[in-house]
């Protein structure tokens, strides 16, 4: 069974940093694509980055292009969010998932795993 969890959220002030992790279990990852998405309140979850567990540059979204990292420690089955450069439109609950597959995806409902989700709140 595939469990996602994360942890790394909190209070930040605008332009500071904070970096989420996901824990991935319950399975081999080897062939999955993991990826992050936010979602604030009122509005849609939105994708923010992607990377193969292969292998491969991380895939981003406009939003956090340049202020946002994606990467994964394959020995400690985990993926990180290197967020820089917070806003406080960056505020929202932030969601690690996975989906098994080569072709990078950004659709949420082309993700099959979900994280719990953790909360970041970016302060003006």
């Known amino acids: 069974q595939v469990q996602l969890v994360e942890s790394g959220g909190g209070l930040v002030q605008a332009g500071g940093s904070l970096r989420l992790s996901c824990a991935a279990s319950?399975?081999?990852?080897?062939?999955?694509?993991m990826g992050w998405f936010r979602q604030a309140p009122g509005k849609e979850r939105e994708w923010l980055a992607s990377?193969?567990?292969?292998?491969?540059?991380?895939y981003y979204a406009d939003s956090v292009q340049g202020r946002f990292t994606i990467s994964r420690d394959n020995g400690k089955n985990t993926v990180y969010l290197q967020m820089n450069s917070l806003k406080p439109e960056d505020t929202a609950v932030y969601y690690c998932?996975?989906?098994?597959?080569?072709?990078?995806?950004?659709?949420?409902?082309?993700?099959?795993?979900w994280g719990q989700g953790t909360q970041v709140t970016v302060s003006s």
């Open positions: 998932a996975a989906t098994e597959g080569s072709v990078i995806v950004r659709a949420a409902a082309s993700y099959d795993y």
């Open positions: 319950g399975r081999s990852f080897s062939r999955f694509i």
């Open positions: 990377i193969r567990w292969s292998g491969g540059r991380g």
